[in-house]
T-cell receptor
């Protein structure tokens, strides 16, 4: 079945460092891909998404490109802030299905 | 903005108790979901509903049931709570646009349930 694999955390960075969180997926057909973020004590919020190959999703300085050839959707940000500290989830929705399949989440800790 | 509310942020129950977790949304979304979130396991789907009185099992339905009597409300029921059901429970709704690939799930703040 469909699955998502993302790098284990925590990822610890200093403010203004470059961020990459890796995400790869296994799915049949052409899934839609998502990154969700969970700030401490809150539910999940959609951060960005991409619905077809080579699409780039972006929001709040974060970017991810849908790479079908490598089945990847890595999350990047050029300069992280302390306020970016959160847990980040990669997810996919398979063609014709309503439910999401999530990765295990990656905790990001940014220090001043 | 979509608002998804859950009845409690924190809940403590005893083994064997019947537990109700309530989720209410205000945007007339057809689809609603219950997930549990555990460290190292991410989010796992328990049940979902695509219409009033309709329900489908997710990946881990054992020990749970659901109820959807009104479109805006989706309840998760633990008939006899057990310690292995201690977890964070997240409700979500789904906005359905004309193209299924653009659908976005909206999440509530979560209920942290502890079963003693």
């Amino acid at each position: 079945g469909d699955s998502v694999t993302q790098m284990e955390g925590p990822v610890t960075l200093s403010e203004e460092a470059f961020l990459t969180i890796n995400c790869t997926y296994t799915a049949t057909g052409y899934p839609s891909l998502f990154w969700y973020v969970q700030y401490p004590g809150e539910g999940l919020q959609l951060l960005l998404k991409a619905t077809k190959a080579d699409d780039k999703g972006s929001n709040k300085g974060f970017e991810a490109t849908y790479r079908k050839e490598t089945t990847s959707f890595h999350l990047e940000k050029g300069s992280v802030q302390v306020s970016d500290s959160a847990v980040y989830f990669c997810a996919l929705r398979g063609t014709g299905f309503q439910k999401l399949v999530f990765g295990t989440g990656t905790r990001l800790l940014v220090s001043p | 903005d979509v608002k998804v509310t859950q009845s409690s942020r924190y809940l403590v129950k005893r083994t064997g108790e019947k537990v109700f977790l309530e989720c209410v949304q205000d945007m007339d979304h057809e689809n609603m979901f219950w997930y549990r979130q555990d460290p190292g396991l991410g989010l796992r789907l328990i049940y979902f509903s695509y219409d009033v009185k309709m329900k489908e099992k997710g990946d881990i339905p054992e020990g749970y049931s659901v109820s959807r009597e009104k479109k805006e409300r989706f309840s998760l029921i633990l008939e006899s709570a057990s310690t292995n059901q201690t977890s964070m429970y997240l409700c979500a709704t789904l906005r359905t646009s004309g193209a299924a690939s653009t659908d976005t799930q909206y999440f509530g703040p979560g209920t942290r349930l502890t079963v003693l």
